[in-house]
C-alpha cells in the first residue's frame, strides 16, 4: 500500500521526468510538429513520461529524496530538454534547405505553402521534401535513436544540475554547420543542373537575341527539373535518414 508520502515522491519525481521528455518532444521532427494540435502533443509527451519513468523514475526519486529544490530542478529540466530538442530540429531543417535550393533551381520557388513547423511560408518542394524525409526516418527507426537519447542523457546531464550552456552552445553551431552543409549536399545533383542549365541558356541568348528564350527554356527547365527530382528524391531522402542517424550515433 502506498502512503501519501510515497505518493507525493512518485508523483513530484514523474513530473521531473516530465519537463524535461516533454521539453524535448515539443520540438523533435514529427512527434512535436505545430501541425499537430497542442493537445495531442501534450498527451503524447505524458504518455511518452509515464512510459520511461519506470527506467527514469529512479534518479528523479534519488534528486527529490536528497532535498532538491523542486521550482531550480524543473527549470533546468526543461532547458536541458529543450537544448537537447533544438539540435535536432536544426539538423531536421537540412532537408527543408535542400527542397528550398531545388525549387529555385527548377523555377518553382514562387510556388508556396505554409509551413507551420518553419512558422512562415516555404516552397512547395520544401514542405514535400520535409513531410517525405520525416516518415522515411520513422520508417529508418531513426526515431528510435531520438528517444534513445533521451533516456542516455541522463547519464550526461544528471537531475538537479544546470545544463551546460557552453557546450550545448558550442553543439549547436556544429549542428547549424552541418545542418547547411547536408542541404547543400542533398540539393548537389539540382545545384549542378541548375548551372549548367543557366549558362547553356546564356549561351543560347547570346546565340540568338532576337528569340525570346525565357519563354522557351521555362517550360524546358520545369520538365527537366522536376524529372531529375524525381530521379533522386529516393536517394536524397535515404541519405538523409543515414545522417541523422549517423548523427544522433555521435557520428559526426
Not at 527507426?141 to 538537479?160: D, R
Request: glycine fraction near 10%.
Amino acid at each position: 500500500m502506498i502512503v501519501p508520502a510515497d505518493l507525493e515522491l512518485q508523483v513530484t519525481a514523474f513530473f521531473i521526468v516530465f519537463a524535461r521528455v516533454g521539453a524535448v518532444l515539443m520540438l523533435l521532427p514529427v512527434f512535436g510538429e505545430d501541425a499537430v494540435p497542442g493537445r495531442i502533443r501534450l498527451m503524447i509527451a505524458f504518455a511518452m513520461s509515464a512510459a520511461l519513468y519506470g527506467i527514469l523514475g529512479a534518479p528523479a526519486r534519488a534528486a527529490v529524496a536528497g532535498g532538491a529544490v523542486l521550482p531550480a530542478v524543473i527549470v533546468a529540466e526543461l532547458m536541458t530538454g529543450l537544448a537537447m530538442g533544438m539540435i535536432v530540429k536544426i539538423l531536421f531543417f537540412s532537408i527543408s534547405m535542400a527542397g528550398s535550393i531545388v525549387s529555385m533551381q527548377i523555377g518553382l520557388s514562387a510556388a508556396m505553402i505554409f509551413d507551420p513547423a518553419q512558422s512562415s511560408q516555404a516552397p512547395l518542394l520544401s514542405k514535400f521534401a520535409g513531410i517525405a524525409a520525416a516518415l522515411v526516418c520513422m520508417g529508418m527507426q531513426v526515431h528510435h535513436l531520438w528517444l534513445g537519447a533521451i533516456i542516455n542523457s541522463y547519464q550526461s546531464f544528471p537531475i538537479g544540475g544546470l545544463p551546460p550552456m557552453q557546450d550545448f552552445a558550442q553543439l549547436a553551431i556544429e549542428a547549424i554547420g552541418r545542418s547547411m552543409t547536408l542541404g547543400i549536399s542533398l540539393a548537389a545533383p539540382l545545384i549542378v543542373y541548375g548551372i549548367a542549365f543557366n549558362v547553356a541558356l546564356g549561351l543560347a541568348a547570346r546565340i540568338s537575341p532576337a528569340i525570346q528564350v525565357f519563354f522557351i527554356a521555362q517550360p524546358l527547365n520545369l520538365l527537366l527539373g522536376l524529372s531529375l527530382a524525381a530521379a533522386t528524391i529516393g536517394t536524397m531522402l535515404t541519405f538523409f535518414g543515414q545522417a541523422m542517424g549517423d548523427a544522433m550515433q555521435g557520428g559526426w
